[in-house]
């Protein structure tokens, strides 16, 4: 699965190639808007927003505003975000997870990356300009050219971070345009009482055989890292959710698919302040996090929307307050004097959550196997219902959901499932509806991209099949992304290594033919925590890999109206095995837990070299080790049949001695630029 968050790197170098191929005229096309006719053609999917932008306009002359600027983002940084936070979603009608949207009085444009170009011109009705881009300097221009000097541009400061916040600054610095903060929300204002309530179910703890550690060890854990620190913070200031979350080993479901609840964090090396609404905690909860009360492991609870004034007061005393900037608003940031700030990109506690302990891999390794049984068992069900014509891409959907929440530890989808047939596989982040939702059919490919939350791990998984006929083109397609998986997912490297650094190992055999795709390569993923955690993948902004990190590989090649090819797995870093060793810390490789054969019949062995199949061959002996006896321990003896039938080990001699050749040649060559590049 694709976060929003993970953009940056490859999208922004390479949206212009994302597709290999032109798009088709707008004209030939019924599923996206053409605002070049007389009247515009609008598809049934776009919204009318002509009354909500007329509202928010009217907003703004209220409040001297010339251009207002809306997120796709809530305060707390959160990818996924609740209803209640989806402004952006309700003021234009897109539903992306990624965007930026400026307002001004006779204009509005959204902005976001090539993964929702296509869902946008869907979605949008003509109000809208769609802006290819999500550099902020591309807003800056926009709006210098929409603003007249002297005008003023306004925004929530509790809804951008500070890296952003300043990104605007530097964008409008000079021009004589005023970036003015103001703390009552336009948008919320012209929602009104139609804006959905606050989260108001239960806040619970975790249990203890599902986590890590008790939350004791972690405070513990972080206040060492804060006498150790150079600068020593008397405070770590906690902002993003699943950093509370993980960090008091509490859950809750304000988020879709997220176990996270709405708060903030305020440990010092004295005292615990959680801001959070304290009614909603269970008994249990409660207990546990005042068990040690009074004293330096007692938590005090504090009003949630008390967060800003507290830290305004512990601000004022002879303090340093260490943060993240990633997930800190500009609305808290501003309250703390520039002295006593020590700013990072990620908090202590971000970092900490990043690395699993022993036991944390073991129950991710567990989850991954339960969650194997659930998507074989919708492989095996798609491959009888489809040739029927019975199965279009919501029933799938709900089909696999139904499947996950059958398993033991179960606590539903990690995220809204990706099921896409044929043209609709091209958007790398559609979602099916009822009531719009192709019918899946043996002559087109399938693109299936889900997961599972599970007490003991988040699961995130992609298969791209084919019931058919494929076309010489789709299995080339997909045997070159499967290249790429392999090869990123055997590859040895050096200990602090950035992702970014081994990246393109897994474009290199699409870019031998002239082929790419514009997402990012993978992203960490939580125990039982977010789909997409941060800081771990292969972004510019990306931490180095570590031993105990999760992260998935997930290559892809789409083909605009055509067709669409993902696979996606979540490995490990694990110390290599190597013959030698250099330095003090040990190489390091990725041990592959996701445990599901991909589609024969897409693959041409003849591109694989002999190392490709001998890694298939092993990593199809695993998944008979790990889930064939579970699949009998549920007695789904079909689904262990399909199995044994589906991880058959290929033939070595079907890969070519010039495929073998030329491949360790060509990645030779990559890893010594790409190590050139890491010692420079």
């Not at 009482?193 to 606050?198: E, H, N, S, T």
């Not at 014509?389 to 996950?404: C, K, N, P, T, W």
């Not at 596989?425 to 490919?445: I, T």
């Not at 990012?520 to 031993?547: C, D, R, Y």
Request: charged share 20%.
């Amino acid at each position: 699965m694709h976060p929003a968050q993970w953009t940056a790197a490859w999208v922004l170098l390479l949206h212009g190639c994302a597709v290999g191929q032109p798009p088709q005229a707008a004209s030939a096309r019924t599923d996206i808007r053409d605002c070049s006719t007389d009247p515009p053609y609008l598809p049934p999917t776009a919204t009318n927003t002509t009354a909500r932008l007329a509202a928010l306009r009217d907003t703004m002359r209220a409040h001297s505003v010339d251009a207002y600027i809306v997120p796709s983002t809530d305060a707390h940084m959160s990818e996924y975000i609740a209803e209640r936070d989806s402004r952006l979603g309700w003021l234009t009608g897109f539903t992306g997870s990624a965007g930026t949207v400026v307002v001004t009085q006779d204009k509005a444009a959204l902005w976001t990356d090539s993964r929702y170009w296509t869902q946008a011109e869907r979605q949008l009705d003509c109000n809208w300009e769609l802006q290819r881009t999500i550099w902020i300097e591309s807003i800056g221009l926009w709006i210098l050219e929409a603003v007249p000097v002297g005008g003023n541009i306004s925004l929530d400061p509790f809804l951008f971070s500070i890296d952003t916040w300043n990104s605007y600054s530097r964008a409008l610095h000079g021009s004589g345009r005023t970036l003015l903060p103001i703390e009552t929300n336009l948008v919320d204002q012209v929602w009104g009482d139609q804006r959905p309530p606050p989260a108001s179910s239960e806040i619970y703890s975790l249990p203890a055989a599902f986590t890590g550690s008790s939350w004791q060890e972690k405070v513990t854990g972080i206040r060492q890292q804060m006498e150790q620190h150079v600068r020593r913070p008397t405070a770590v200031l906690l902002s993003g959710l699943e950093e509370t979350a993980w960090l008091f080993n509490l859950r809750g479901d304000d988020i879709p698919y997220n176990p996270v609840f709405y708060s903030y964090t305020l440990l010092t090396n004295t005292s615990i302040s959680l801001f959070v609404d304290a009614q909603r905690l269970s008994a249990a909860a409660r207990q546990s996090l005042q068990a040690g009360c009074p004293g330096p492991l007692c938590v005090e609870l504090q009003d949630y929307e008390q967060a800003r004034a507290h830290l305004r007061r512990y601000a004022q005393g002879n303090v340093t307050i260490w943060l993240g900037t990633e997930y800190t608003t500009y609305g808290l940031y501003g309250v703390i004097p520039q002295e006593k700030l020590l700013e990072d990109s990620y908090s202590p506690v971000m970092l900490a959550k990043a690395v699993k302990n022993a036991k944390e891999q073991d129950l991710l390794r567990a989850a991954h196997v339960r969650d194997a049984v659930a998507v074989i068992q919708y492989l095996l069900w798609l491959e009888k219902m489809v040739p029927q014509g019975q199965v279009d891409e919501f029933s799938g959907a709900e089909h696999i959901d139904m499947l996950r929440r059958a398993q033991k530890n179960s606590c539903g989808p990690s995220f809204q499932s990706i099921s896409a047939s044929g043209l609709n596989a091209a958007l790398a982040h559609y979602s099916p509806s009822n009531g719009s939702s192709r019918k899946l059919s043996v002559d087109e490919m399938y693109l299936s991209d889900t997961g599972g939350q599970y007490l003991d791990g988040t699961t995130d998984i992609t298969r791209t099949v084919h019931w058919g006929v494929p076309t010489p083109l789709q299995k080339e397609a997909y045997t070159r992304v499967l290249m790429g998986n392999i090869d990123l997912s055997r590859l040895v490297f050096p200990p602090n290594t950035a992702g970014r650094t081994v990246e393109s190992f897994a474009r290199r055999a699409l870019w031998d033919v002239g082929l790419n795709y514009g997402h990012g390569t993978g992203h960490g993923i939580g125990n039982f925590l977010s789909v997409h955690e941060w800081p771990v993948g292969f972004q510019s902004n990306n931490v180095p890999l570590m031993a105990g990190m999760f992260t998935s590989i997930e290559p892809g090649y789409y083909r605009d109206g055509e067709f669409g090819i993902r696979i996606e797995d979540v490995a490990l870093v694990v110390e290599a095995q190597t013959k030698h060793q250099s330095g003090e810390k040990p190489f390091l490789t990725f041990e592959v837990v996701s445990l599901v054969p991909y589609d024969r019949k897409l693959i041409d062995l003849s591109l694989l070299s002999p190392e490709q199949v001998r890694y298939l061959n092993a990593y199809y002996e695993t998944i008979r080790a790990r889930v064939g006896p579970e699949l009998q321990r549920q007695q789904l003896e079909e689904e262990y049949r399909w199995l044994q039938k589906n991880t058959e080990p290929f033939p070595l001699g079907s890969a070519t001695a010039a495929t073998a050749t030329l491949g360790t040649l060509a990645l030779a060559s990559l890893l010594s630029a790409l190590l050139t590049g890491l010692q420079g």
